[in-house]
Nanobody
């Protein structure tokens, strides 16, 4: 498995921006689809965004489309989540996740269970 370490979380006012980073080690980074998930208190972990191994395809949950951007730099073994126009509803622990390319097809590939490697999470708090 690949090891993942998130950074960049913090406290921000509503309407502000944060950029999360996730550094990967242990395996060939461009063999992995990368994703961001989040979990708010009392709620289940939910999908935020994924990016293909090349960065050419990205997917977002509806609530963050137009505000969040996922990207990756394979040369740096790092995936990012740029978060703009933050809302209080975006407050959560954000997790980076990885799954091997080709390990999931069809429906369910945005579910947490389809990802086998996880970081420890980084807290994002948006004050209103």
């Amino acid at each position: 498995q690949v090891q993942l370490v998130e950074s960049g979380g913090g406290l921000v006012q509503a309407g502000g921006s944060l950029r999360l980073s996730c550094a990967a080690s242990g395996r060939t980074f461009n063999n992995y689809v990368m994703g961001w998930f989040r979990q708010a208190p009392g709620k289940e972990r939910e999908f935020v965004a994924t990016i293909s191994w090349s960065g050419g395809r990205t997917y977002y949950t509806d609530s963050v489309k137009g505000r969040f951007t996922i990207s990756r730099e394979n040369a740096k073994n790092t995936v990012y989540l740029q978060m703009n126009s933050l809302h209080s509803e975006d407050t959560a622990v954000y997790y980076c996740a990885a799954r091997p390319v080709g390990s999931c097809s069809g429906g369910g590939c945005s579910e947490p269970a389809s990802f086998g490697s996880w970081g420890q999470g980084t807290q994002v708090t948006v004050s209103s």
